[in-house]
């Protein structure tokens, strides 16, 4: 027998509230509770109230970062509430502040190694990690962007364009020792947990779908040898990178 709604009756909660956790909601708030702890180690101490002032840019990166992370939870929790239409409204918002983004952290990138050398002599080296972070959003957005229309493609290159971001949350982590400032020991700070969240996603593949979507069995190796190089040239840098190093920064 079917049930209706008299006109101006308030529908049940059951009808009113459509939503569905979905991983990718789940796992966009996991990124945000990742940033959020990270940065909550150095906030004070870096932002609120430096030793020494950081540039201005740093304050601005900073801000383009957590837009970018508060778009990614609302536009996945639009999907979980089957508001997809809005979703791909907002599409255009959050392509204007996913390209600000690298253009961004690159400048800024640059702007604090210069910053680090002078106040703290630091090694200009570590601006591949950097670069490399900024190449790899930029490519895994730009496909997004593409296979904007192919939904199964697009929610994952999404995921791993944000997960690429969650190395400067897990570089706060109070976990390591001394051993941050070897190769592995760098890949371990910055990286480990980034790898971590997409083999969470490839598992949760294989579980509900029986199989890894390609994007991710393409994508992992590819993002890992790029993190391997990166951290490579930053803690063992050849000596042509140490020149190049300087000169991109702007010390040399």
């Known amino acids: 027998m079917a049930t209706t709604v008299a ?6 909660p059951a009808i009113r509230i459509r939503f569905r956790f979905t991983f990718n909601f789940m796992m966009a708030l996991l990124m945000a ?4 702890y990270g940065f909550s180690q150095t906030i004070g101490h870096n932002l609120i109230h430096p030793s020494i002032p950081r540039p201005r840019l740093l304050y601005v990166h900073a801000v383009v970062m957590g ?3 508060s778009i990614y939870i609302l536009q996945t929790g639009l999907v979980a509430s ?3 239409k809005l979703h791909q409204r907002l599409g255009p918002i959050w392509i204007a502040v996913g390209t600000a983004l690298p253009i961004i952290g690159v400048a ?31 490519t895994l957005l730009l496909l997004a962007v593409l296979w904007r229309k192919r939904p199964e493609y697009h929610r994952r290159l999404m995921f791993l364009a944000t997960c690429g971001l969650m190395d400067a949350g897990f570089d706060r982590f109070p976990l390591f020792g001394p051993f941050v400032f070897t190769v592995w020991g760098t890949f371990s700070r910055l ?10 996603a490839m598992t949760r593949d294989f579980i509900v779908q029986r199989r890894i979507h390609p994007v991710y069995r393409v994508a992992l190796p590819l993002i890992v040898t790029g993190q391997l190089l990166a951290c490579v040239l930053s803690m063992s840098p050849p000596a042509f990178w140490t020149t190049l190093s300087r000169r991109i920064v702007g010390v040399g």
């Open 7 to 12: 006109a101006g009756a308030t529908p049940s």
């Open 33 to 36: 509770a990742i940033t959020i």
């Open 67 to 69: 837009t970018w992370l």
């Open 82 to 84: 089957w508001n997809v």
């Open 108 to 138: 800024t990138g640059i702007v604090m190694r210069r910053f680090d050398i002078i106040h703290y002599h630091d090694r200009a080296s570590f601006i591949a990690v950097i670069l490399w972070d900024m190449v790899a959003f930029s």
């Open 191 to 200: 990286y480990v947990g980034v790898v971590a969240l997409i083999l969470i």
